[in-house]
């Protein structure tokens, strides 16, 4: 079956650093790929869908500067958070779509800022 | 963003009985999802449903996607300890850039 792999699966740095999370997709190629943010006990929010070659859609009230998306290839799209602060602290999960495959997600990263 | 309308919110249940949840949306989809969610881990789907009427099992699992495509229903029989966890439904409608909209998710909780 499709496998979407995510990584770090937690990682805590300092307020005012940058934080790369990479997700691929195993055994297919994602078309699409999307984030989401997920606040405890809360349901998926989308930050922003990325199309292999293209420049990410972010959701609104989203700043794109600070959550720099690239969707270099079929198999690889990374979110960066850029001069974290700890509010950006938070439950980040991808999700990897293909027509005949659709949406598989990533493990989840949890991110803390301190 | 637009969100499901998902309930129960909700269920706390002895271990063998059934559960059933359901979603409804104010717009028509193409797609319906169930998703589960255990803690500190992605969604893993559990059903899709692709079209109105539709009625899928997987399991002690059954979904159906409404015939009016506005509403969906999943239903989990002789519930076990490992049903434990957060049930999203989702949406999707073929014009959206293949944007899902989710359900705010129903909590699931089984006493053994």
């Known amino acids: 079956g499709a496998v979407v792999s995510q990584h770090p699966s937690w990682v805590i740095c300092k307020s005012g650093t940058s934080v790369k999370i990479e997700c691929r997709s195993l055994d297919f190629q994602a078309t699409t790929m999307f984030w989401y943010r997920q606040f405890p006990k809360q349901s998926l929010m989308l930050m922003a869908t990325?199309?292999?070659?293209?420049?990410?859609?972010?959701e609104q009230g989203v700043e794109k500067d600070k959550f720099l998306i690239n969707h270099a290839s079929l198999t690889l799209s990374t979110l960066t958070v850029t001069s974290a602060h700890p509010e950006d602290s938070s439950f980040y999960i991808c999700?990897?779509?293909?027509?005949?495959?659709?949406?598989?997600f990533g493990s989840g990263t949890r991110l803390t800022v301190v | 963003g637009q969100q499901l309308n998902q309930s129960p919110q909700s269920m706390f249940i002895q271990e063998g009985e059934d559960v059933s949840m359901n979603c409804t949306s104010s717009?028509?989809?193409?797609?319906w999802l169930w998703y589960k969610q255990d803690p500190g881990e992605g969604p893993v789907l559990l059903i899709a449903?692709?079209?109105a009427g539709e009625l899928t099992s997987n399991g002690r699992l059954t979904a159906q996607f409404g015939i009016t495509r506005k509403d969906s229903f999943l239903n989990i029989s002789a519930s076990i300890p490992s049903d434990v966890g957060i049930y999203f439904c989702?949406?999707?409608?073929?014009?959206?850039?293949?944007?899902?909209?989710w359900g705010l998710g129903t909590s699931l909780a089984v006493n053994p």
């Open positions: 989702a949406g999707h409608n073929a014009g959206n850039n293949r944007k899902l909209i």
């Open positions: 999700s990897a779509s293909h027509p005949g495959y659709g949406y598989t």
């Open positions: 449903l692709y079209k």
């Open positions: 717009s028509i989809f193409n797609t």
């Open positions: 990325s199309n292999e070659g293209s420049k990410a859609t972010y």
